[in-house]
């Protein structure tokens, strides 16, 4: 597209947000090659074994999306539709793991997994509709701050409530998954009178739990860094960083890991 140029009195503001923007994402992905690094040892002995089975493309997709956009969010320096189809392939792959756990605690139950599936096609669909339809009406442009430094930005900001709608669905993908989960908890707890005889049970809840107040926490500062003027660049910075569904590829990837160990503990 033709290169639009920025009016010289705003080009100091947008220099020190884009700086700021890059400092948090360089520290984000730091986070994200740490968490990588320490589990390095597990991800060796599970899942390079068998590179190309569907549960270990599944699980590098997941670690390794979150990686890459957000250093070619670093390396672009500035926002891209790049990082909306990341954020909609990171959420879909965490939510089909979960899917994946629910029905094993159902020994995959055909009917549960029909519609099981069937939801997750249409939360798929409703957030790649979003995605198209915000991208197309943001107007990607690129703007010139100075002679030979480029930038891409929106010319037009979608209305607020798409960013709420974006996460309304995995919200309740979620809590379908959570909900179906604990019943089957219960009904272990009941039979059993705890989860002594049924580790792999307990892996599952617990790891559930965790991930629905995961979605929560990141849908929360989502929603709050897009509904709210925040003045503060660096606090913006941040609360877009928290609200980023890159946070839960670290997740992603030990929800698989704990599975596995539990399966090699020999759990039920």
């Known amino acids: 597209s033709d290169v639009e140029p920025v009016d010289p009195s705003l080009v100091p503001l947008f220099v020190s947000e884009l700086d700021i923007s890059q400092y948090t994402g ?5 986070l994200l090659v740490y968490n990588t690094i320490i589990t390095m040892d597990k ?20 670690r390794y999306i979150g990686i890459l956009g957000t250093l070619s969010k ?13 954020d909609w392939m990171t959420i879909l792959l965490i939510d089909y793991i979960l899917l994946m756990r629910v029905l094993a605690l159902y020994q995959q139950d055909k009917r549960l997994a029909a519609c099981l599936r069937t939801l997750f096609g249409l939360e798929a669909a409703f957030g790649l509709g979003i995605l198209i339809y915000s991208t197309i ?6 703007g010139e701050l100075a002679k030979g430094v480029l ?6 900001i979608p209305t607020k409530v798409w960013g709420t709608l974006s996460w309304a669905a995995p919200m309740l993908y979620a809590l379908i998954l959570m909900c179906l989960a604990l019943y089957k908890a219960a009904e272990h707890w009941r039979e059993t009178a705890g989860f002594s005889q049924f580790t792999l049970v ?3 809840i617990q790891d559930q739990a965790i991930y629905f107040i995961m979605v929560i926490f990141v849908s929360i500062m989502e929603i709050v860094s897009d509904q709210l003027y925040i003045p503060n660049a660096l606090l913006s910075a941040i609360l877009n960083c928290m609200g980023s569904p890159s ?3 670290v997740l992603g990837s030990h929800l698989l890991v704990h599975l596995k160990e539990a399966g090699e503990r020999g759990a039920n």
Do not use: H, M
């Open 26 to 30: 360089v520290a984000f992905l730091t």
């Open 137 to 142: 009406y943001e107007e990607i442009v690129v």
């Open 202 to 204: 307990k892996v599952l």
């Open 74 to 86: 670093i390396v672009c320096k500035s926002k891209c539709s790049w990082d909306a189809l990341k």
């Open 151 to 156: 930038f891409c930005g929106e010319n037009r």
């Open 43 to 62: 991800e060796i002995k599970y899942f390079w074994v068998s590179p190309r089975s569907f549960v270990s493309l599944i699980y590098f997709a997941n």
């Open 247 to 249: 946070l839960l590829c």
